[in-house]
Structures are given as C-alpha cells and as structure tokens.
C-alpha cells in the first residue's frame, strides 16, 4: 500500500512540473500585424476606398464611412483618399455593412374629437442593428480586418407616434462600434499616438459628425482597452499632450486601465493649469484608492478651484483613510458652503471618533444647508451623543433644518426625544407637523398615541390622513374605534378607497375590520381591489372575489357572529368545555 502511494506522489508532481512548463507564460498580447504589414500599411500615400452597404426595408439609410475615413486619414496620415475605381493607390480599405430595422408594436389612444378616444396599435420602426466589417489590403501581403457589430433595441414605451417607415429606424444611433474597430485598427498601424489624436482640437475629427452622434470619446477608450498592456505607457506619455482634451482624455482611460504606474504621473497633473483636467484626476485618483494619492489629496483640498475642492473631500471620504480627517475638519471652515457640505459627508463616510465634537460645531454654520447635512448624517449615525444637539435644532431659523431634525429623532427612537416632539406639533408648518406625527409613529407610548388619536380631528386633511396611516401601524387595541369612527367620517370621505383601507388598516387583526374593508373594495383600483380582497379571505375564510355585492350580503348574513363580544365568546368556550367533561 505505501509503495502505491509514493508511485501515485511521483506521479502527480511529474505532472505538475509537465503542466509548469507547457502553461502560458503571462505576457502581453501581440500586436495582430506583422512588421512588414505595418511598414507596407504606414507607407501608403494613396488609399481607394470600397464601401458596401446593404439596409434591408429601410430604403435610403446609409451611414457617413466615407466622410469619418477621409477626416480619420487625411487628418493624420497626410494620405489621399480616393474611389474604388481609381487606377492609382497603394492601400485600399473595404467597408462592408449590413443593417436592419426593428420594429415593436405599441398601443395607445388615438383622440377622436368630438367623438371619444379609440385604442389602436401601431408597428414604429424604433430598434435598429448594423454588422459588418473593415478591411486593409495591400497586394502581396495577408488582409487585416476587423468586425463590428451593433443593436439598439427598441424601446418598450414611447411618449409619441413616430418612425413608421423602415428608413426612419435609428440607425444613427449605431456609429459607436464600427468607429471603436476602425480606431483600434488604425491604432495598430499608425501607433496608439493616432487614436490618441482623435481627440485632439487640432484635428478636429468630431466636427461635421454631431449629427450622428458619434461618441468618439467613448469609441477611442474602447480601442485602447482592447489593446490593453500596450497602451499604457503611450497614454502616460499623453499626460504631458499641450492639448488639454487630450490630457483629460488620457487620464479618463488610465482610470479605467487601473494600472499602478499611473498613479505617480497622476498625482503630478493634480498641478494642471485646466480645472477639468484636475478634477478629472482627482476622480481617478479616488478610482485606485491607492495610499500614495492619500497626501497629495489633501493638498488638493486648497485648489483654487470651488469644484476641485469639492471633489478632493468627496474622493477621500469614500477612500476613508484617517490622514485626512485633520485637513477635512479644516475645510469645515471653507468660504463656500458647497465645500463645506462634501467635508461634512467625507467625515461621516471616514468614521473617526475626534470627528463628532467637530461636526457638532457645524450646526452652528450661517449657511442652512450645512446644517442640514449635518442633522441628516446625524439621524443615520444613530449615535446616542447626537440626541441633544439635534433636540436643541429643534429650534433652528430654518424649517428644512428643523424638519429633518424632527426625522433624525424619529429615526433614532430615543425616549428623551419625545416630549420636544409632541410640542413641536403645535407648530403652524404643516411640513414639521407632519414630520413630527411621522417621528412619533417610532415611540409609540402612551402620548404619542393620544396626540396622534387627537390629530384625527384635525383641520388639515392630510394631518388627519397621517395620524391615521400612523395608527394604523400601531398595533395597539386603543386605535381601533378612533379609526373606523375616522373612515365612518363624511369630512373623510374624499379620501376613502383601497389604499386608505390597504395602509390603515392593513395590519389590525380585528374581525371590525371586515365591515370598512368591504366598503373601500367599491371603489378601490386593481390593485388595491386584490389585497383587499386577500386580507378578506384570511379574516373570514371566504372567497367572493372583487365582487363587492356578494360580500356585502354575506356580511349583512354573518356579522352578529364575527363581531360577538369576547366575554359571550368566553362563556360559550366554557359551556362546551363543561359539556365534554361530562
């Protein structure tokens, strides 16, 4: 037995050195040319173009290749574009595209004035999808194609009646695709420094085209993506571009490369003379939450620019290293509120005990919207030590400021929060008035349910409709008869229906409950029509549907017996308690 094991050991770690040496090696992906085709390609002076298009129904549609390929070529390569049947060129490019339109049919009103609105479908042509491919070719050497291929689906609603005919589906729409493979070629040939150039104010490849809303930006970082490793250090290169489109693109890719020898060139261009570039950077930079952009962030938090700043506090919140919380509690006291707001939200995000004395300072900010931040981050923090700062806002200038102080103590459910609510509910604002009967629908003592119960008397329906959808979750047996008296009420009954019985009532196992819930299934919609009639059928095991007649009759049949009183219940349970026994 132990010669069979050291037999089967050996072999193992022979095979184990055998899959070593055959596995692949973990280098970057080869170019797809060869050096002869690139040298044949790049020294082409004249290129004949060859487009083929094909459309299917959608008679007429056709797309620009001709104009992107003259603008792509002649813009950078200095080369002459001509036609298929020119006698002189040196590389011809072929172009073969094959789209088709989608349809859906939709329903709608037609409106029949004087007469009523009729329902009718209608087929619209709003999907589209374009495949195809592009070819470089040079007599002598292998072709070098690339396929594309695109669909834009139809949309399942549509706000007007358009594109009927084939030849008005969106093909517009559809120029991203074929654009990323032509660049990606190009790129292989000309070097990474050509898709680069596309986006350069010099050559300018996106004017004429806006109509097609070509996305050259997106269809480029495509291209580089798909080369990969390559194309790094090219784009690090592209940082130092005198063309500030190209060095904010540059840092875009290099952001979703997340590649780490960026970070260093990186950190350097957080010095840019453009503020989008810089804010840019402070983007990626947050992007690889790598701890070297840590320091040079914070630098960053005294940029001349309001909007970079904003951005730097943002960033090193959601990196949440404790470095920056001295520098964030600093920006507390930034001139621009909007800064000091993001230096609130980084505090929060970060977490650090010495941050709470300070953020409890901010409430006493000239400028209400950082105060504001500050009460909501406290009513998510459900911190104990916040209770009495967000009570003595209670009393702020600002009534948004008092109303999300009023939610944060709800939220928090402290019992010494409730006596500072239930005055506050004396208050003229309808907005705290309704937040506090929100607030208090969390304590549920004693006088919060009397207040709530008094509430349902209230002037303002809507105060009413709040106290009652409040109650209606407290599952206390004291809100019963407040409840049906308030939908018994005539002042109510433009409120009344499904969704009245569905959140007041919704969670009291009372068998009183059935006679109000028969009333609102009348008039409810669909939907609050079946989850009257499913709460109907598990209180009394019947099942009449949505129809409100039958239930009303077997009601008016069977009500004496659900609505007995407890106490003739008892002695009725004991009679035949005793009858047994016997």
Known sequence: MKKKCIILTISLFALLLILNNYAPAQTTEEPPLTKEQIEAFRSAKIVRLGIKQ?????????????????????????????????????????????????????????????????????????????????????????PYTGTFSQTASPPYVISDVVRRKPSKAPFKKLSYRY????????????????????????????????????????????????????????????????????RRFAVEVLGKMKDPRAVEPLIVLLNDESEKVRMKVVEVLGEFKDPRAVEPLIRVLNDESVKVRMLAAEVLGEMGDPRAVEFLISS???????????????LAKIGHPSALEFLTAVLGDEKPEVRLKVVEIFGEMKDPRTVVPLIET??????????????????????RAAEYLIAKFKTRSKSLREAVIGALSEFKDTRTIELLIATLDDKNWLMRWRAAEVLGNIKDPRVFEPLIAYLKDEKNMFIKGGEVAKNILGNIEDPRVIEPLIAALKDADKGDQWWIVSTLKGLTGQDFDKN???????????????????EEEKEEEKGKRGKIRK
């Open 548 to 566: 409100h007649e039958e239930w009303q009759k077997w009601w008016e049949e069977n009500k004496e017996v659900f609505l007995k009183p407890k």
């Open 179 to 246: 654009v990323s493979t032509l660049l990606e070629m190009a790129g292989e040939i000309y070097g990474i420094d050509f898709i680069i150039a596309t986006h350069s104010e010099r050559m300018g490849l996106a004017e004429g085209m806006s109509s097609w809303s070509v996305d050259f930006w997106g269809a480029a970082k495509e291209a580089l993506m798909k080369i990969g490793d390559r194309a790094v250090e090219p784009m690090i290169a592209a940082l130092n571009d005198e063309d500030k489109s190209v």
């Open 332 to 346: 507390l006291r930034d001139e621009k509120p909007e800064v000091r707001v993001k230096a609130v939200e980084a």
């Open 54 to 142: 094909s459309y299917g129904e959608a008679e007429g549609a056709s797309f620009p290749f001709e104009k992107l390929i003259r603008k792509v070529f002649e813009g950078y390569t200095q080369c002459e574009v001509v036609g298929l049947y020119s006698p002189e060129y040196d590389l011809t490019i072929k172009i073969n595209a094959t789209g088709r339109a989608i349809s859906r049919d939709y329903e709608g009103w037609i409106n029949m004035t004087p007469n009523p609105p009729k329902r009718a479908i209608w087929t619209c042509y709003t999907g589209a999808a374009l495949s195809g491919s592009i070819e470089f070719e040079i007599e002598g050497l292998p």
């Open 394 to 415: 209670l009393e702020d200038k600002s009534n948004k400021v008092r109303v999300a102080s009023v939610k944060a103590l709800g939220q928090m459910k402290d019992p």
